[in-house]
């Protein structure tokens, strides 16, 4: 008796032409999703993560938003810019 290869699951990507969001997004993913649509401070970002993740405290999601602001410049080639009120405030 030999088992049967198991079918491979289909990645979960957005779609260049629809930008919509995949299925299942991680925080990360998410961060890059609220950035393309428009970004907003810190806090407007973390505010909508902790809708998407109620499980992830604040605080953390806090860090992870300004951590992520400098590595996705360079691991994603986003032109991340700071606006010009607020320092705090990202756009792509």
Do not use: H, W
């Amino acid at each position: 008796m030999s088992k049967k290869p198991s079918p491979k699951k289909p990645t979960l990507k957005a779609s260049p032409a629809t930008k919509a969001p995949p299925a299942r997004m991680g925080v990360i993913d998410e961060i890059c999703f609220v950035l393309e649509k428009g970004g907003g401070t810190v806090v407007e970002i973390v505010a909508k993560l902790s809708k998407k993740f109620p499980d992830r405290d604040a605080e953390g999601l806090t860090a992870t938003v300004r951590t992520q602001m400098s590595r996705l410049k360079t691991t994603r080639n986003l032109k991340i810019k700071a606006s010009d009120t607020s320092p705090v405030s990202y756009s792509v």
